[in-house]
């Protein structure tokens, strides 16, 4: 029997679901939902046309609503809530995680959001403004209040019989943070330590004080580096004055990872890191046509100069064929450049104190990958034309426009850095003009001086 891949098993039960939707069978589809995972329902309410989503929701076991907001992308949830009624949201909202539940109510309409705040009990209400106090992108907006704290004068005993008596962990819990009476963050102690220590041993003694403190107001992508560079599970959050006031987890981390790389594979094609495939059309057209304007306005630039030669155009209706061909060129040199300093920013490893050698590097790369090209390429033209001279101008067109795509590679994601652009956003548009303008006034202004009349 042929192996089913997951992505395959995952586009058959949509195709089941939607099918049985279709026939009406809504029975079968709560069945078919019943047992689905958190992650698998979202998925799937993400893969649905938008007129159906809805529908899945309701049949979806209320249970299960807030652990599928927590996985929805973030305009398909906007979707979802706007149809629900505030007293069903709060009660969706008592079983969700503090940092889930941030999320969830950054998304939520302006209309409703005071509603739904009336509407939830005195403890979950305060739970949610206090997370909502914290920057979205920041160590504290992302965080989980649900953790242990204990104090370094108590013995293993008395812990042991606190967490008997709590009964349930907070989850992905591998240590617990020991604290002064003003909450003040001391250390932390593994949760295997606690469970292999005698009973009388002191807490104090089992402190690991080189555990490192996250500041609330920490950016949440420094946060993930901290995490990567090194392989924490779990780490504590404080405020300024050094009071515990959480803990993120791995599983968080995970998401910031994740949403990071969908960013910057959306940003390069100039979309919305968290566009719905499903959007209305209208809604997608708009979204879509601002970059597509952009773009224009680059490409008439290039059209303009192009129109600067056209004498010689006319003249020489081969330079026509070939004018593209320099441009492209450089465009794919320029764009190799970009994507590895783009990461190379991203992951901290390309900044002011080394773009200079950087900059030198890829101008050698540049030049030297202009030269190999330049050689082939005048080569096969002066081959085919049976024009040596032709040969030689797309050449050299070809190693200034390769030199300057190596450089423009490093500078502009630099630039934009400066002026707190996005990069991966902005920076191939802006790229790809530099090399089409370069490419053709390189070919064109020196066809002109060398074979014009």
């Given at each position: 029997m042929p192996e089913v891949s997951e992505q395959e098993y995952s586009h058959q039960r949509l195709q089941q679901v939607n099918d049985a939707l279709d026939s009406g069978m809504f029975v079968y589809v709560r069945k078919l939902l019943q047992d689905m995972p958190a992650y698998d329902l979202a998925l799937l309410l993400?893969?649905?046309?938008?007129?159906s989503r809805m529908a899945l929701w309701q049949l979806i076991d209320a249970d299960h609503h807030g652990d599928v907001l927590e996985e929805l992308n973030e305009e398909v949830r906007k979707g979802i809530l706007k149809n629900i009624n505030p007293e069903k949201l709060a009660a969706v909202a008592e079983g969700m995680d503090v940092d889930d539940l941030a999320e969830v109510f950054r998304t939520l309409p302006d209309s409703v959001y005071q509603e739904v705040l009336n509407a939830m009990d005195w403890q979950d209400r305060s739970r949610v403004e206090a997370a909502l106090s914290f920057?979205?992108?920041?160590?504290?907006?992302?965080?989980?209040?649900?953790?242990?704290?204990?104090?370094?004068?108590?013995?293993?005993?008395?812990?042991?019989?606190?967490?008997?008596?709590?009964?349930?962990?907070?989850?992905?819990?591998?240590?617990f943070y020991v604290v002064d009476r003003a909450d003040h963050f001391i250390g932390a102690v593994s949760l295997s330590a606690i469970v292999t220590a005698k009973a009388e041993t002191?807490?104090?003694?089992?402190?690991?004080k080189d555990i490192e403190a996250i500041t609330a107001d920490m950016n949440e992508t420094d946060v993930a580096k901290l995490f990567e560079r090194y392989d924490w599970f779990s780490a504590p959050v404080i405020d300024h004055e050094g009071r515990l006031l959480g803990r993120i987890?791995?599983?968080?981390?995970?998401?910031?990872?994740?949403?990071?790389?969908?960013?910057?594979?959306?940003?390069?094609?100039?979309?919305?890191?968290?566009?719905?495939?499903?959007?209305?059309?209208?809604?997608?057209?708009?979204?879509?046509?601002?970059?597509?304007?952009?773009?224009?306005i680059t490409a008439l630039m290039a059209v303009a100069v192009s129109s600067m030669f056209e004498g010689i155009l006319n003249q020489l209706a081969?330079?026509?064929?070939?004018?593209?061909?320099?441009?492209?060129?450089g465009?794919?040199?320029?764009?190799?450049?970009?994507?590895?300093?783009?990461?190379?920013?991203?992951?901290?490893?390309?900044?002011?104190?080394?773009?200079?050698?950087?900059?030198?590097?890829?101008?050698?790369?540049?030049?030297?990958?202009?030269?190999?090209?330049?050689?082939l390429i005048a080569s096969v033209v002066a081959i085919w034309q049976q024009n040596l001279m032709l040969g030689a101008i797309i050449a050299f067109a070809m190693l200034m426009n390769m030199t300057a795509a190596g450089i423009a590679g490093v500078t502009v994601p630099l630039m934009l850095k400066k002026m707190n652009i996005d990069p991966a956003l902005a920076g191939s548009v802006i790229l790809t003009t530099v090399t089409d303008v370069v490419g053709i006034f390189a070919f064109l202004g020196t066809a002109t001086l060398l074979l014009g009349n």
């Open positions: 993400e893969s649905s046309p938008t007129k920057e979205e992108d920041t160590a504290g907006g992302i965080m989980n209040t649900d953790t242990i704290s204990i104090r370094p004068d108590v013995t293993v005993d008395v812990v042991l019989r606190y967490l008997r008596l709590r009964g349930e962990l907070p989850e992905a819990t591998d240590s002191i807490i104090s003694s089992l402190i690991d987890t791995i599983d968080d981390v995970v998401d910031i990872i994740r949403e990071e790389a969908e960013h910057s594979m959306m940003s390069m094609a100039g979309l919305d890191d968290e566009a719905d495939t499903f959007a209305p059309v209208l809604k997608s057209t708009q979204r879509r046509s601002i970059w597509l304007g952009v773009n224009l081969i330079l026509a064929v070939l004018n593209s061909l320099v441009p492209s060129m465009g794919v040199a320029g764009n190799q450049t970009l994507t590895l300093v783009i990461r190379g920013m991203a992951l901290g490893h390309v900044g002011e104190s080394n773009s200079r050698i950087l900059l030198y590097k890829e101008l050698a790369i540049g030049f030297f990958n202009g030269l190999i090209w330049a050689v």
